[in-house]
């Protein structure tokens, strides 16, 4: 059909958990630099799909995600020491080495997660 287009969205929600080796750099005052990086282990919580097409939307659970991931972290953080604790700034990369689309007749779609995070927190 000319002119016809679509859209499909996945929204996906994982409990990830990382095994990082992070290295400070040795500076003075209150700011510590840090490079980290690890593998990482992730499972999933939920999923939804939408279809968007001829101006209609279609929501879906998505059966054809696997619910386990895999891959490798790497970042770097800073670390700003004050009273008591510490302000902590990570800026992550998730990369996904695990294919988690489900195999389905006649298609071999391949789905590997990438993330980009920022996180602010506070260590004690």
């Known amino acids: 059909i000319a002119g016809f287009s679509a859209t499909k969205t996945l929204k996906i929600d994982y409990l990830?958990?990382?095994?990082?080796?992070?290295?400070?750099?040795?500076t003075q005052g209150n700011l510590k630099p840090s490079f980290f990086a690890g593998p990482y282990g992730a499972i999933k919580l939920s999923d939804q799909g939408k279809i968007e097409a001829f101006g209609l939307g279609i929501e879906e659970s998505l059966i054809d995600v696997k619910g386990a991931d895999f891959g490798l972290v790497f970042g770097v953080g800073l670390d700003y020491s004050i009273k008591g604790g510490a302000i902590l700034i990570?800026?992550?990369?998730?990369?996904?080495?695990?294919?988690?689309?489900?195999?389905?007749?006649l298609l071999s779609n391949e789905l590997k997660n990438r993330v980009f995070s920022i996180m602010l927190g506070f260590g004690f």
């Open 90 to 105: 990570d800026i992550r990369y998730s990369l996904g080495l695990t294919n988690i689309s489900e195999p389905v007749a």
């Open 16 to 26: 990830e958990l990382p095994l990082l080796a992070k290295f400070t750099l040795s």
